[in-house]
Nanobody, 121 residues
Framework: QVQLVESGGGLVQAGGSLRLSCVASGRIFSINRMAWYRQGPGKERELVAS???????NYADSVKGRSTISRDNAKKMVYLQMNSLRTEDTAVFYC???????????????WGQGTQVTVSS
């Protein structure tokens, strides 16, 4: 029904920057909250940043001041700009969107397949 596709991951040196992108497609009536989560090696998935449809943002303390989440509602895209990357930022980053597929159905969460971010020392 709804597909989320991430891009922009890769290998970067500590102190570098990356910009992740995620595009939503499929049967979409409206998109509420969009977010980025990450799961590091041996760790649980955790929220990195979120943004509501009216552009209110929230960040994990670990990335606050180093990352910026943004979205383009017309393009159904969400972005995560990450600066001053650290080795502990190494993780698979997942795009998440809370989507209404119909005006008559409640919103549901959808997930992308993830993009690997590796930060080397």
């Amino acid at each position: 029904q709804v597909q989320l596709v991430e891009s922009g991951g890769g290998l970067v040196q500590a102190g570098g920057s990356l910009r992740l992108s995620c595009v939503a497609s499929g049967r979409i009536f409206s998109i509420n909250r969009m977010a980025w989560y990450r799961q590091g090696p041996g760790k649980e998935r955790e929220l990195v940043a979120s943004i509501t449809s009216d552009m209110s943002t929230n960040y994990a303390d670990s990335v606050k001041g180093r990352s910026t989440i943004s979205r383009d509602n017309a393009k159904k895209m969400v972005y995560l700009q990450m600066n001053s990357l650290r080795t502990e930022d190494t993780a698979v980053f997942y795009c998440n969107a809370n989507v209404r597929t119909s005006a008559f159905l409640p919103p549901r969460d959808f997930w992308g397949q993830g993009t690997q971010v590796t930060v080397s020392s």
